[in-house]
């Protein structure tokens, strides 16, 4: 069984402040994870990926995210905010053939 | 590249009507993948296909059924509407292998009345 938890369904920040999401995953077996971002009426566009090789792991857009399996953690941060971060962030765990998500968290960035 | 495609982008259903909604993808995946999106509740599976001529339950399937028409095809019918399938549906698709990603589509946006 896996499942993901999002602390904070909505954040908000400042642009040009640190951006921190917070994912928990919890899973039976070494897990993949994912994060995604959703942007109004699209679909899910791949951020960033882990699969074991780095426990931090750089993607799009400035976004990196770290693999803590002490924590069961993996949690998404960016150094400064841009307006255009603004969007839907789902974290997303694979431990065997399905796709487990999050709840998503709304990011919202005030000028 | 128009990657994963998905007809049609929006649908307004009387409960009890059927409808099939459809999705192709041109990146030579494997798997494909249908999921359904309610606020708060992130993305549940309702069926995917691990590889051609298979079909497999996600988490939610009820009210649903699926067909993979060949590689590229997946399409996703409601034989009977109802209110509570209210919902934006994705289609996904992606290589073998649980760690390889998932691409999206752009999303069905079904309303039932």
């Known amino acids: 069984a896996q499942s993901v938890t999002q602390l904070g369904s909505h954040v908000s920040v400042s642009e040009g402040a640190l951006v921190l999401l917070r994912c928990n995953y919890s899973?039976?077996?070494?897990?993949?994870l994912f994060w995604y971002v959703q942007y109004p009426n699209q679909g899910l566009q791949l951020l960033l990926k882990y699969t074991s090789a780095a426990t931090l792991v750089k993607g799009i857009n400035g976004f990196e995210a770290e693999f803590k399996k002490s924590e069961t953690s993996f949690h998404l941060t960016k150094p400064s905010a841009h307006m255009s971060d603004a969007a839907e962030y789902f974290c997303?765990?694979?431990?065997?053939?399905?796709?487990?998500f999050g709840g998503g968290t709304r990011l919202m960035v005030k000028p | 590249n128009a990657g994963v495609t998905q007809t049609p982008k929006f649908q307004v259903l009387k409960t009890g009507q059927s409808m099939t909604l459809q999705c192709a993808q041109d990146?030579?995946?494997?798997?494909m993948y249908w999921y359904r999106q309610d606020p708060g509740m992130g993305l549940r599976l309702i069926y995917y296909s691990a590889s051609e001529g298979t079909t497999d339950k996600g988490e939610v399937p009820n009210g649903y059924n699926v067909s993979r028409l060949n590689k590229r095809e997946f399409s996703l019918r409601l034989e009977s509407a109802a209110p509570s399938q209210t919902s934006v549906y994705f289609c996904?698709?992606?290589?073998?292998?649980?760690?390889?990603?998932?691409?999206f589509g752009d999303g069905t946006r079904l309303s039932i009345l």
């Open positions: 996904a698709s992606s290589p073998l292998g649980s760690n390889q990603p998932q691409h």
């Open positions: 990146m030579n995946h494997n798997s």
């Open positions: 997303a765990v694979n431990a065997g053939n399905m796709l487990t």
């Open positions: 899973s039976s077996v070494p897990p993949y």
